[in-house]
DNA sequence: GTGAATGCAAAACCTTTGCAACTGG
DNA sequence: CCAGTTGCAAAGGTTTTGCATTCAC
C-alpha cells in the first residue's frame, strides 16, 4: 500500500534526485505514518506516532526525516500561524482550510482547469514555482453544528 | 500623513473596536515603522527601526503592539515557511510573492473582480473568514539579472 | 567499507508571559 | 485616577546543530 516510493505520483515531482535518497526504517516509518492517517499532523505528532512503531526513533530524526522527504517531493509541508508546520502526503496541487471551530486541517482540491495563480495580478515576467494557499473559516460540519462546536 | 487611525482604510475593518484602542507612543512608532518602508519587516526588524526613533522601546511591546495592531485591523500578519512573521500594512486584499534571489517580498494585488477563492473547490457550505496566498519565485528584476541575482 | 543517517543533548530562534512601574484618556 | 501598557528577564515551544555511533548501499 506504500511502496510507489520511486513512482512520481503527480507531474510535480520531476527534479527528485532518488539517486541521492537513502531509503532508512526511519524515513519509511515517517513516510508510513503520514499516509496512515492523512490528517496533517506536526513533526511532534509524527513522532509520537512514529514512536510507537520505533521507539528507538528520535525528534531530531523526525525532523531530518520529514525535511528529506519533503526536499524529495514526497511531502508537503503546510504552514499556517505561528503554530508549528504540519505535513501532508497529497501531493495533487491543494490549498488548506483551517476550521477555527474544530481546529481540523481539509484538503481543498483546485477546481478542474482552475489556476491557483489566476486571480493574481502578477507582474509580467515573474517566475511562480510554488503558490501556497490557507483559508480560515468554519467547515460545513461545524457550521450545522451551532457556532460554538467542539465546546 | 499616518494620521487616520480610525478610518478603516478598506471594507474590511468592519469589526474593530477601536473604543479600547489606546494609542500609545510605543504602538504609534510601530505603526510608523510599518509605513515608512512598506516592506515587509520582521518583528526584529521593526524592532531595531523603532529603536531609532524610541531607544527605549522593548522587544516585548514591539510583539504586543504588532498584536494589537493587527487585532486592530491596521496591519496585516504574513506567515511563510517557519521563518518569523512579517508585518504589512497593505490592507487591500492582496498576495505575497517571494523571490527567492532577492530575498525580496512584493505584494501582489487581487485582479480586478477576481475572487483568491474562485479557483478552489470549497465544500459547500463552507465559511471562508480569511485566505492567505503565498507564492515563491522569481521576480521580473532577478530573472532578468539572469538566474543568480544578488550572488 | 564508507559516506550518509541516526540519536542524544544542548543550543538557537521566535514568541509569550509574569510582574512591578508607568501612562494615556 | 486606574485600567491598560510598558520594559525587563525568564520561560515556552519549535527547529537546528554537533558529534559519536550505526546503518544502507
Known amino acids: 500500500m506504500v511502496e510507489k516510493f520511486k513512482e512520481p505520483q503527480d507531474s510535480q515531482t520531476a527534479e527528485v534526485d532518488f539517486g541521492d535518497f537513502r531509503m532508512t526504517k526511519q524515513r519509511r516509518a515517517v513516510f508510513d505514518v503520514l499516509h496512515a492517517e ?7 505528532e509524527v513522532y509520537i506516532r512514529a ?3 520505533m521507539p528507538s526513533i ?11 522527504l519533503t526536499q524529495a517531493g514526497l511531502v508537503k509541508q503546510v504552514n499556517v500561524d505561528r503554530e508549528a508546520s504540519r505535513y501532508c502526503p497529497n501531493l495533487k ?6 476550521c477555527s471551530h474544530c481546529q481540523e486541517v481539509y484538503d481543498v482540491d483546485l477546481r478542474p482547469s482552475a489556476d491557483a495563480v489566476e486571480p ?7 517566475i511562480v514555482e510554488h503558490v501556497e494557499v490557507a483559508m ?16
Chains 1, 2 share one sequence.
Open 38 to 44: 492523512r490528517d496533517h499532523p506536526t513533526a511532534s
Open 120 to 126: 493574481w495580478a502578477l507582474p509580467e515576467g515573474s
Open 51 to 53: 514512536k510507537e512503531q
Open 136 to 151: 480560515k473559516g468554519c467547515c460545513p460540519n461545524c457550521r450545522g453544528a451551532g457556532t460554538k462546536a467542539n465546546a
Open 93 to 98: 496541487p491543494h490549498a488548506h482550510f483551517f
Open 58 to 68: 528520535s525528534l531530531a530524526t523526525v525532523y531530518n526525516c520529514l525535511e528529506t
